[in-house]
T-cell receptor, first 113, second 117 residues
Framework: AQSVTQLDSHVSVSEGTPVLLRCNYSSSYSPSLFWYVQHPNKGLQLLLKYTSAATLVKGINGFEAEFKKSETSFHLTKPSAHMSDAAEYFCVVSVNSGYALNFGKGTSLLVTP | GAVVSQHPSWVICKSGTSVKIECRSLDFQATTMFWYRQFPKQSLMLMATSNEGSKATYEQGVEKDKFLINHASLTLSTLTVTSAHPEDSSFYIC?????????????FGPGTRLLVL
């Protein structure tokens, strides 16, 4: 079964400093991986996706993630955090059949001034 | 971009009543729609996969007689919570996959917050 593990439930960074949100995946084949962001009282927004093309994926709002097969990781990074980045972030893997998605437990990102 | 709407955005109902939630793809046709449930401070859990014109596939532990799903057209799926109880209070989110696309083109609705008193 395809699954993801988000290693941190909460991450706190200062504005202007780098962001690292960690995600490891488990899959019996080459997975499709995604990062979604959920702001309070808003719908899920796709940040970026990996679908077996380039291993370094660039997304919206300056976020990027690198697929590392040897480490089974797909960590999300951003060089400089902005206050508006404070939200819940989900690492997601697609399920083999039916295209359903398995969500990680989420990482709550706090950005302090 | 593709838009998925949900109606209502929030609903409060009495215990024992039924509640219907609509999920619509506004500018594309969706062969498959998914229903998720999210408890406060928790992740999304897939409840069921709904294919247009066929019966929904429910995840283990989800009661199909309690959570009725209908996907009668390529742009509309409904989730009916029957005989709702306080433990059914949650945030329900749908997503839609457009025709001929992979998982990467799923679009999420804004969610429906259900409170059962």
């Amino acid at each position: 079964a395809q699954s993801v593990t988000q290693l941190d439930s909460h991450v706190s960074v200062s504005e202007g400093t780098p962001v690292l949100l960690r995600c490891n995946y488990s899959s019996s084949y080459s997975p499709s991986l995604f990062w979604y962001v959920q702001h309070p009282n808003k719908g899920l927004q796709l940040l970026l996706k990996y679908t077996s093309a380039a291993t370094l994926v660039k997304g919206i709002n300056g976020f990027e993630a690198e697929f590392k097969k040897s480490e089974t990781s797909f960590h999300l990074t951003k060089p400089s955090a902005h206050m508006s980045d404070a939200a819940e972030y989900f690492c997601v893997v697609s399920v083999n059949s039916g295209y359903a998605l398995n969500f990680g437990k989420g990482t709550s990102l706090l950005v302090t001034p | 971009g593709a838009v998925v709407s949900q109606h209502p955005s929030w609903v409060i109902c009495k215990s024992g009543t039924s509640v219907k939630i609509e999920c619509r793809s506004l500018d594309f046709q969706a062969t498959t729609m998914f229903w998720y449930r999210q408890f406060p401070k928790q992740s999304l859990m897939l409840m069921a996969t709904s294919n247009e014109g066929s019966k929904a596939t429910y995840e283990q532990g989800v009661e199909k007689d309690k959570f009725l799903i209908n996907h009668a057209s390529l742009t509309l799926s409904t989730l009916t919570v029957t005989s709702a109880h306080p433990e059914d209070s949650s945030f329900y989110i749908c997503s839609a996959r457009s025709i001929g696309s992979g998982a990467e083109t799923q679009y999420f609705g804004p969610g429906t917050r259900l409170l059962v008193l």
